[in-house]
């Protein structure tokens, strides 16, 4: 405050002179000491409005986290290998052109980036699209891929639902003509193995065909130019009451009220191959030639499911819509039905946590000369299954070790840091993970506390003696056992005893 009164002062200063038509020399100089106040004041109040912050939608993660999300990506990634994947990557950001367009509504959700060098940028919304981009730039007409990477989003998120502006998706595809179902059914059991894996809790998958909703839209009395828009509405019925996505429908989006009323008795249908048999008699839609397509291709995927023998945690539901544009057939989206979690009265429900498809006209969209490639996709929301994970963490107390050291090397006396340094150095060149204390003279009991901080399993204790007998000394920090092991059988000592750990 007092900084802002010298200022007014001054500028009171200022104002008099020029009204007393003083000398200009002596404005001038009034002028510049008014203006460095200015400055000096704009910036002492830039220093107090400065917050160290992470901006809005993005989090840092600490080593706890991290560990917690490198398990998740350990089991996904050996699931999307033992399927047979390879690796692929795509740069985060994309010309604009190649994402307009691809996502419906979602579309005001791209970030795009100022004009860098002639080109519009828009930093990646998925990584579908980029896939296709790929395909189609390479002449790639067969590929089983996966690619574990950020997207982003310009949202207004629910960060504690596992909702980010940036975040990892994993994804998994398979592009190549196929005889119709086998991929679609290997990338819904590709879902079940992952979240049986990192055993989640209970989930179903929900199966459903944008050829189904485009006939059912169609004997409904929807006229074709709102098909996707309907659609993106009935992809709604997850979050809000029928009640709702109705009014939406009619009131927002212009839809007859017959046509509404129709759709919901549709949208509230869900089962397995009995509904499946049921509809292909339905006398409305087995007159759809689209509809009854994929009514004929989902009786098929519902038998490939019965031979995997998941059918348990699938259920087709007529309700499941997926708003991205770029679907043509299968769609499928994994739910958990709670979290478990004892700590909480209530069960909470994350929602979504896998989602995929087919989008056989996406490749084409890239190529000059229209050839399609047929594709079938899964995306793991590895988001929300790490806040999943790390609240049941927090809520069962347990320990997380961030580090994967197997061994400390430690002295039991003074001067022994070359000795130290000496058998470190013997222990990382054979591949052994290994740290030491960086003080020339640690404590004993300082060393050995720092293992049970941070949970290493053995300690390689040097000491005179031991140098005199060509030994080390290894302690299990466990048991505190110690047993006096001979320095060229070390390595393979710590080796089977942490493979035991």
Not at 54 to 68: H, L, N, Q, Y
Not at 132 to 146: D, P, V
Not at 419 to 438: F, N, Q, T
Request: net charge negative.
């Amino acid at each position: 405050m007092a900084a802002e009164e010298a200022v007014r002062a001054q500028a009171e200063t200022v104002r008099r002179l020029k009204q007393d038509k003083a000398d200009p020399d002596e404005i001038a100089k009034e002028v510049t000491k008014l203006l460095e106040m200015k400055a000096q004041l704009g910036a002492d109040e830039g220093k107090q409005k400065f917050v160290l912050k992470t901006p809005k939608g993005t989090r840092d993660f600490g080593p706890k986290e991290m560990a917690i999300r490198e398990r998740a990506f350990k089991a996904i990634i050996s699931c999307f290998k033992r399927h047979g994947a390879e690796v692929i990557d795509t740069p985060v950001f994309e010309l604009k052109e190649t994402l307009t367009g691809k996502y419906g509504e979602d579309s005001k959700l791209i970030y795009d980036l100022k004009d860098q060098g002639g080109e519009l940028l828009s930093l990646r919304y998925d990584l579908t699209v980029p896939f296709a981009r790929y395909l189609a730039m390479n002449k790639i007409t067969n590929i089983k891929r996966y690619h574990i990477a950020k997207v982003y989003r310009r949202d207004n998120p629910a960060m504690t639902r596992g909702r980010y502006r940036e975040f990892y998706q994993c994804d998994f595809d398979i592009a190549g003509q196929f005889d119709p179902m086998i991929p679609d059914a290997e990338c819904l059991k590709i879902v079940h193995e992952i979240l049986n894996d990192l055993q989640l809790g209970d989930f179903v998958i929900k199966v459903n065909d944008r050829r189904i909703l485009d006939g059912m839209f169609a004997v409904c009395g929807v006229p074709d130019s709102k098909f996707r828009t309907i659609c993106s509405s009935v992809d709604k019925l997850d979050k809000m009451p029928w009640e709702e996505v109705r009014s939406e429908m009619v009131g927002e989006k212009g839809l007859s009220p017959e046509a509404a009323d129709r759709i919901g008795e549709y949208v509230q249908l869900h089962g397995g191959l009995d509904l499946i048999e049921r509809l292909l008699q339905d006398p409305k839609l087995s007159q759809n030639k689209l509809a009854k397509e994929g009514l004929g291709d989902m009786k098929l995927l519902f038998e490939y499911l019965t031979l995997f023998g998941i059918t348990g945690k699938i259920s087709f539901d007529l309700s499941l819509a997926r708003g991205l544009d770029y679907y043509t057939g299968v769609i499928f989206e994994a739910v958990l039905l709670q979290q478990e979690n004892e700590h909480v009265e209530e069960p909470v429900s994350v929602g979504s946590v896998a989602g995929g498809g087919r989008y056989d006209g996406l490749v084409g969209m890239f190529d000059p000369k229209g050839r399609k490639v047929p594709c079938v996709g899964v995306s793991i929301g590895i988001e929300r299954i790490f806040s999943i994970l790390e609240q049941r963490l927090e809520a069962s107390e347990e320990k997380v070790r961030t580090t994967e050291t197997q061994v400390l090397v430690a002295s039991a006396q003074k001067k022994l840091l070359e000795e130290r340094l000496k058998l470190i150095s013997e222990l990382w060149d054979a591949g052994i993970k290994a740290e030491m204390l960086y003080k020339k003279n640690p404590k004993l009991l300082n060393q050995l506390q720092y293992c049970e901080d941070t949970g290493i399993p053995l300690v390689a204790i040097v000491g005179e003696q031991e140098l005199k007998d060509g030994v080390v000394k290894l302690r299990i920090v466990a048991t505190r056992e110690e047993v006096s092991v001979p320095r060229e059988s070390l390595v393979e000592e710590i080796r089977i005893r942490t493979s035991q750990c």
